[in-house]
């Protein structure tokens, strides 16, 4: 099973500040990687596939990046809808999940 | 816009079957390029994928779950079901059904339902 690793944990920011997320897998994933947006009371919402594709409809202040092992996610300028938990997803092998990061509000 | 929507019980004995279903609406449930998948989230934890199936029925499941799972297709009704045997409090989670595309990435979710295990 591959493991990934979210960090930080938490991020806390205020709106117009630069997040930075990271995910990094046990082992090799080349650029099977997704990121995904999740609000409280809701389904998460897929933002990056591929590692650095946009979904449909997502703004271009959300960025993907790396392959291998180490990815990052990067909002650009927060906005006050994007406060939220954020899952890195594998498909290399089988598919498995990040424990998340919460960006929160400084 | 495909949309997806869970139902079933909310509430389990434990060593019993869990069974859910999602309807799928607005889009095509026999598609090459889709995958029908569940997923959960044991309250105020991460996500923890169940498995998937193919319109035609074929199914993979988590390893960890494999035992104990079963993932079917009804295509008259645009509609794919979870049954989980032998549950026990452990299991206790929002389970969401998704649309899975053939490159097993998530782009649609159903809204979850909350389903406990407990006497």
């Known amino acids: 099973e591959i493991v990934l690793t979210q960090s930080p944990a938490t991020l806390s920011l205020s709106p117009g500040e630069r997040a930075t997320l990271s995910c990094r897998a046990s082992q090799s994933v080349t650029s099977y990687l997704a990121w995904y947006q999740q609000k409280p009371g809701q389904a998460p919402r897929l933002l990056i596939y591929g590692a650095s594709n946009r979904a449909t409809g997502i703004p271009a202040r959300f960025r993907g990046s790396g392959s291998g092992t180490d990815f990052t996610l990067t909002i650009s300028s927060l906005e006050p809808d994007d406060f939220a938990v954020y899952y890195c997803q594998q498909r290399s092998n089988w598919l498995t999940f990040g424990g998340g990061t919460k960006v929160e509000i400084k | 816009q495909v949309q997806l929507q869970e139902s079933g019980p909310g509430l389990v004995k434990p060593s019993q079957t869990l069974s859910l279903t999602c309807t799928v609406s607005?889009?095509?449930?026999?598609?090459?390029?889709?995958?029908w998948s569940w997923i959960r989230q044991p309250p105020g934890e991460g996500l923890e994928w169940i498995g998937y199936?193919?319109?035609?029925?074929?199914?993979y499941y988590n390893p960890s779950l494999k035992s104990r799972v079963t993932i079917s297709v009804d295509t008259s009704k645009n509609q794919f079901s979870l049954k989980l045997s032998s549950v026990t409090v452990a299991d206790t989670a929002v389970y969401y059904c998704?649309?899975?595309?053939?490159?097993?990435?998530?782009?649609?979710w159903g809204q979850g339902t909350l389903v406990t295990v407990s006497s």
């Open positions: 998704a649309r899975l595309t053939d490159d097993l990435w998530l782009d649609n």
């Open positions: 607005g889009g095509s449930f026999i598609s090459t390029d889709y995958y």
């Open positions: 199936i193919y319109y035609s029925g074929g199914a």
